[in-house]
């Protein structure tokens, strides 16, 4: 069974800083996805990354596939108190019809 | 601009009544899937249509079923619920990313 391990689960930070939070599995994965899901909505999709080594920037957030294609950090620069919401990572297994297999996510929350 | 649209929002059920979750895409894709989403599980896959008349079995399948309806449509049921089905429920739809409905939060008592 491929498993994501997000890390960390919880994070609480002042508006202002920076954080990263991590997506990492024992599995190669042909894509990863991060999604961020706001109380009482569903996920919705941020990005998507292919290619190892692969960087992708969404204004203040940066998005990095590792090498191997077995694991991705998401980077957000000054965080605002509208970036609070639970952080979703999703890959899609190598020669999989399309079904994504999700980490159980990053909360994270931040103050003003 | 719909995407996905589930009913009902919010449902309390007694244990043993039966129950459809309503999911409907307009953005003409070809795969939908079921998921539930508890505290500390994630997301867990129940079941999936890759196409139109197609279903499969997902990773927490016991006690549901589903229903392709056509290609917009995507059905789950509940036959007897249980308080183990309290959850909050997402259809989505599409190959590579996905788009999500706002869901709907079960309560069974």
């Known amino acids: 069974t491929q498993l994501l391990e997000q890390s960390p689960q919880f994070l609480s930070i002042q508006e202002g800083e920076n954080l990263t939070v991590y997506c990492n599995s024992s599995s190669v994965f042909s894509s990863l996805q991060w999604y961020r899901q706001e109380p009482g909505e569903g996920p919705v999709l941020l990005v998507t990354?292919?290619?190892?080594?692969e960087v992708k920037k969404l204004k203040r957030l940066t998005f990095q596939f590792g090498d191997a294609r077995k694991d991705s950090s998401l980077h957000i620069t000054a965080a605002q108190p509208g970036d609070t919401g639970l952080y979703l990572c999703?890959?899609?297994?190598?020669?999989?019809?399309?079904?994504?297999?999700f980490g159980k996510g990053t909360k994270l929350s931040v103050k003003p | 601009n719909a995407g996905v649209t589930q009913t009902p929002k919010f449902q309390v059920l007694k244990t043993g009544q039966s129950m459809t979750l309503q999911c409907a895409q307009d953005m003409n894709h070809n795969s939908m899937y079921w998921y539930r989403q508890d505290p500390g599980m994630g997301l867990r896959l129940i079941y999936y249509?890759?196409?139109?008349?197609?279903?499969d079995k997902g990773e927490v399948p016991n006690g549901y079923n589903v229903s392709r309806l056509n290609k917009r449509e995507f059905s789950l049921r509940l036959e007897s619920a249980a308080p183990s089905q309290t959850s909050v429920y997402f259809c989505?739809?599409?190959?590579?990313?996905?788009?999500f409905g706002s869901g709907t939060r079960l309560t069974v008592v």
């Open positions: 990354v292919v290619t190892g080594g």
């Open positions: 999703a890959g899609l297994n190598l020669g999989s019809q399309g079904n994504l297999i």
């Open positions: 249509s890759a196409s139109e008349g197609t279903t």
């Open positions: 989505a739809s599409g190959q590579y990313g996905y788009t």
